[in-house]
């Protein structure tokens, strides 16, 4: 089955600054990669998401890069606030939507710093 | 949009038992329920996907017994979790897929004392 693995597993910044979190997966299949933000004690929020036909993907300050052939993607926040500070998670799935499930990584906590 | 309302959101219980968690799609057709477990600081655990009228497929190590699952209809998913025990303890939480990814509960924090 798939397996995704999520660096780093904390991350501290100053506020202003930016955050990446790196995911890699094992299966070749997937090719729906969504990013959650979950606060505690909450449901996980989807931020941004990518597909496989696609190599980057941004919305504000938040964007995504896939990079299909060594099977790894990233998420990166600019400019980060300490509103965004909670846990992220990256996600693979053969396709998004379907009925196929979500494997995820195992979270990075980001603090932002003010 | 689409959206998944689960109850209870917070439920606390005596050890031997059951508590029963449902996930209902308000706006759309769920034919799919994932159901996963959170353990506090960790990441979520896929424990069995529903699929309306048929048997639940669990993943490896749950115990089918203990985690019962039913889907009966387009719009409704329970969890049962049977004869439960401290170490049943955790958040549970069910999601959907749909066209536009997937929609998730809001969860249910589960407190065996």
């Known amino acids: 089955g798939e397996n995704v693995e999520q660096h780093p597993s904390t991350l501290s910044v100053q506020e202003g600054d930016s955050a990446v979190i790196k995911c890699t997966y094992s299966?070749?299949?997937?090719?729906?990669f969504p990013w959650y933000k979950q606060e505690l004690g909450k449901r996980p929020q989807l931020i941004i998401d990518?597909?496989?036909?696609?190599g980057e993907k941004k919305d504000q300050r938040i964007a995504v890069t896939l990079n299909k052939t060594a099977k790894h993607f990233s998420l990166h926040i600019t400019e980060t606030q300490p509103e965004d500070s909670a846990v992220y998670f990256c996600?693979?799935?053969?396709?998004?939507?379907?009925?196929?499930?979500?494997?995820f990584g195992k979270g990075t906590l980001l603090t932002v710093n003010p | 949009g689409a959206v998944v309302s689960q109850h209870p959101s917070r439920v606390i219980c005596k050890s031997g038992t059951s508590v029963k968690i449902e996930c209902r799609s308000l706006?759309?057709?769920?034919?799919?329920m994932f159901w996963y477990r959170q353990f506090p600081k960790k990441s979520l655990m896929l424990m069995a996907t529903?699929?309306?009228?048929?048997?639940?497929?669990?993943e490896q190590g749950v115990e089918k017994d203990k985690f019962l699952i039913n889907h009966a209809s387009l719009t409704l998913s329970t969890l049962t979790v049977t004869s439960a025990h401290p170490e049943d303890s955790s958040f549970y939480i069910c999601?959907?897929?749909?066209?536009?990814?997937?929609?998730f509960g809001s969860g249910t924090r589960l407190t065996v004392v």
């Open positions: 999601s959907a897929p749909g066209s536009s990814g997937y929609t």
């Open positions: 299966d070749s299949a997937s090719n729906y």
């Open positions: 990518i597909r496989s036909n696609v």
């Open positions: 996600a693979a799935s053969p396709s998004g939507g379907s009925n196929y499930k979500l494997t």
């Open positions: 706006d759309f057709q769920a034919t799919t």
């Open positions: 529903s699929n309306e009228g048929s048997k639940a497929t669990y």
